[in-house]
Structures are given as C-alpha cells and as structure tokens.
C-alpha cells in the first residue's frame, strides 16, 4: 500500500517537472535571444550599429529597419542589440555584487551568534531607511557618475534585501530536522555546513539571483536614464532612452524600443525565476 | 534608528574625494582664491575636527536644523519643507491608486474563471515590469503629444498631477495585485469561506466581506516599502514631469554633489519610512483581530 503511494506521488512529480509552460517557454527563447546578442550581436543584429547615414535619419519602423533609425540614420534594432551586452553586464553584475555582500551579511548574522545577529540586523534596517536608488544615489554622490560606479551603486543598494531573505533561509535551515539529526549523529559543525546547510541554501541563491537580474537592468537603466550610468553615445537601453526622449513627439521608436527591451527582460527574469523557485520546492 | 542614518550619511559624505568649500564656490573649475576658500572653510565649520563637526551636526539635527545649501544659499529645512508636499500628495494619491488597482485587479482574477486569472496574472507581471521613465515618456508619446489629454510637464493642477500618479501607481499596483491575489486564493480555500458559502452569501459578497480583509494584510505590510519605493520613484517623474518636488530636488543635489541637501533628503525619507512602518503596524493591527488578541494575552 505505502509503496504504491510512493509511485503515485512520484510520478506525478515527474510529469509536472517535464511540463514547460508557454510562458517558461517564451522567457527561455528571449533570454536566448538576449545570450546571442551579447555574445555574437552580429549574428542578430541586421546593420552595423554605428553606421551614420544622415539621408535615412527617423526612418519610420519597417523591413529594412525593423525598430526605426535614429536621428544620425543609425538602425535602432541593432543599436538595441548592441545595446544588450552592456546593459546585461551591468545587470548580472549589480546582481552579483549584491548578491555576495548580502551572503556575507546572512551567513554572519545566521551563523556568528547572537551579538552578530543583532548587530548585523541593525545595520541591514537602517540601510531599508533608504530606499530603491536613494541608496544607489549616495553612493553615486560620494564616487561620482559613470557605467562603473552606477553597477556598484545598484549591487550596494540591493544587498540589504538578499541579506535579510538570506538570514531567514540558513536560519530555517539551521533549525531543521536534518540539521538536527546530523548534529545528533555527531557529524563536525564544517560537515553540516558543507553537506547539509549550503546545498539546501543555493537553491533558493539562484532563485534570487535569477529574480534580480531584471531589477538591476531596470535600475541601472533608470540611472543612466538620469544621466549618472552610462551616457548617451553608448548604445545602452537606458542611455539610448534618454537620448530619445528630445525626439518623443515626431520618433517613438527611439525610445519605445529600448524601453520594450527593459521590460521584456524584467518579465522572462521573473518568470524564470518563480518557475526555477517552484521547481526548486517541488524537487 | 534615526541616528544611525544620520551617522551613517554624515561619515559616507565625508568619503568624497575634493575639498568641500569648493564645492560650496561651484566646484573644482571655479578657481577660488585661498583666502575665499578658508573663509568658506571657517563660515561652514569646515576648519574643526572631525568629531567636532560630526557632533555639530548631530545637535543642530537635534534641534531641527538641517544646515543650508551649498549650491542654493538657503536653509535646507526650508527648502525641503517647500518641496515636500508636492512629493507627499504625489506619493499618497499613487499609493491610493495603487491600492484600487490592485483590489479590482485580484477581485477580477480570482472571480473569473481561468482566462481571467491567466490573464490577470500577465497584467500583474507586466505592470510590475514597467520602468517608471519609460511608462512615463510612453504615457507623454501617448496622451500628451498625440491626444492632447493632459500636459507634458506639470503645470500644478489636477491635470497635471494625472499622469505622474499614474507612473507612479501602475507598476506598484502589479506588485500589490500579486500578493494580494496569492493571499485572495489561499483565503478562498479556508473553512470560514465555505461556512460562509454554506449561508447562501453570494460569491461577491464573500470577496467584498470576508477575503479582502485577510488578503489586504501583506499588502498592508508591503505598504511601507511601497511609499520609499514611490519616493525613489518620485526621483524619476518629478524629474520627468519638471514637477517641484523631493525627488527633483535630490537628483539636482547628487548632480551638483550638494551635500547638505542630500543629507537633508535622506534623512527626511528616513522620517518617513518611520512613521509608515508605525502607521502600517497601526494598520495591520486594524485589519487583523488577532493581531490585537495577542497583545491583550
């Protein structure tokens, strides 16, 4: 009887991880896209993104310029595919940089004692004082505009939020039943670490980090947006927006695009993300 | 709390490389003489120690003074309180308007069978998605330069409040929706709801009486984070918009690397994010009876 539970209860925990929604899906084949414009743009990019041609200047979208062409007669399409490998640069990272420092924070406030915990907690709800980019902002104050220090200042700004999920997850974690029983068992304190507590807080490290990346494009993008990221001549989403806004009213595509690319990839982010946070919990 | 991020802002500041009283004479290019300079230096306190300056700033702090401008010449508490009510009534009515979204859109999604709840979640993503500059430059393309509906920059009436609102309001509306309607499923599930079911109320009415409550209670929590979200958001539509405001203000203040009014803004948003995690506290406490048993126990 139990063992044909078992069966039933597995199979149908095979089946469901088999099935890819179309939404998972479409997320797969952007983020693909997205992949081969960074890493071979001319592959997918349809003219040389830096070519000037001042008698095609704002071409309206059609086959020849798929996105539209800028007020030098540049191809948007390729320009936004140009485009990716920084702003993705600047996402991962941001997300990255993050990321870490929120681990060094959780695991010395999950693992250090309790003097750490209360330390550590403080420092992390005083830094929620400042939120989205104002954090961002004083630290792009203090070392100055730039693709660099806004990458920086994007990653500090979201580490208080990883330290914090991070915290929760190794103290769950730490107060286990398996943690308990391998401490039981006598195993070392670095054992448990190594065999039992870090693989069990990866997963969900993964989860975060793919769930963050499409912010950190977002904020990056919104500071180059403000003119302290990257600026204009470059071909990143945020700054080719803001160049685009002086032409709003007559050329559309210059900024429609971009932005569209933003959001796209905010989206597959967050749906890649809660299917791997799903997955993660059904496996 | 409050002194931890004055002390902390006071000490990152102190971080920039250049000297500060040519910051005050217009930067590095502006070629001060050294006379102008140590006067500066003596008339901003600049000349003292470290500690001496960083206790300075704590006891005018204490008493309300946030120190002046170098840029602007005016006192920073004055010209924060001029700008933050703007900030304040833009963050408020977004917040609101979040809050109706999000409510309509959870109600929808969980009511209308599965197209909907596909549907509705597609609109939640997206929404939460969108970069505040750009749905912002898009509603101007949209509503300003085509339509003629409302003004591309704000022009301090109604008018021109509605589409900074709307920036500001529809992404954290897809945020809200989503826990709401994680929170409205769950409920729908509970004993109490088929009790009620089992009384003949209708499938609205159960919503509207029951559900909503418990699910507005994350949300509720998030509400919080939802108004520093909405000032950092402010940065950009204010700036967008030309509205007067907090946001604009800073990002002029880190642009002209301003830093007392950078300080004053900071410390000003740590004010509020207090007060709102009082107010949420106070909120959720309303909103759930249990919340208030524990206490009497």
Partial sequence: ?283 | MLWAVATLTFFAIRLIPGDPAEAVLGGPGSQASEETLEQVRRDYGLDQPLVAQYLQSLGRLATGDLGSSYALKVPVGELLAAQLGGTILLAVVALALAWLIAIGLSLWSTTGGRVAASVGQGIELTSAALPHFWLATVLIAVFSTQLGWFPPVSTGDLRGLILPVVTLALPLSGFLAQVMRGTLLDTLDSPFILSARARGEGEIGIRLRHALRHAAIPGISLSGWALGYLISGAVVVETIFARPGLGRTLLQAVTLRDVPVVTGVVIVVAVVYILMTVVTDAASRLADPRLRLEETR
Wanted: aromatic residues 8%; positive net charge.
């Fill in chain 1, 1 to 283: 009887m139990s063992e044909l539970e078992v069966r039933t209860v597995t199979a149908t925990a095979a089946r469901r991880r088999r099935r890819i929604g179309i939404g998972e899906l479409l997320a797969l084949l952007f983020v693909l896209f997205l992949l081969a414009a960074t890493l071979v743009p001319g592959l997918v990019s349809t003219a040389d993104p830096n070519a000037i041609d001042a008698r095609a200047a704002f071409s309206t979208p059609s086959t020849s310029h798929w996105f539209g062409t800028d007020e030098s007669g540049r191809d948007v399409y390729s320009r936004v595919v140009a485009g990716t490998g920084t702003s993705l640069l600047i996402g991962v990272s941001a997300t990255a940089i993050g990321l870490s420092l929120g681990l060094v924070l959780g695991v010395i406030a999950g693992f250090g004692g309790r003097v750490l915990d209360f330390t550590v907690n403080r420092v992390v709800e005083v830094l929620f004082a400042f939120p989205g980019l104002l954090l961002a902002l004083l630290v792009i104050v203090i070392a100055g505009p730039g693709p660099v220090t806004a990458t920086i200042a994007v990653g500090l700004s979201t580490a208080p939020g990883y330290a914090r999920i991070i915290r929760g997850q190794l103290v769950g974690i730490r107060s286990s039943a398996w943690v308990e029983s391998a401490r039981v068992l006598g195993h070392s304190p670095t054992r448990i670490l190594r065999r039992h507590i870090l693989p069990n807080a990866l997963a969900p490290l993964f989860v975060l980090a793919t769930l963050g990346v499409g912010q950190a494009v977002v904020w990056a993008a919104a500071l180059s947006y403000l003119g302290l990221g990257a600026q204009p001549p470059a071909a990143e989403w945020g700054a080719m927006l803001s160049a685009g806004r002086t032409y709003i009213g007559s050329a559309w595509w210059l900024t429609v695009f971009p932005g569209l690319m933003i959001v796209l990839t905010t989206i597959a982010s967050t749906v890649l993300g809660r299917s791997l946070a799903t997955r993660s919990r059904e496996a």
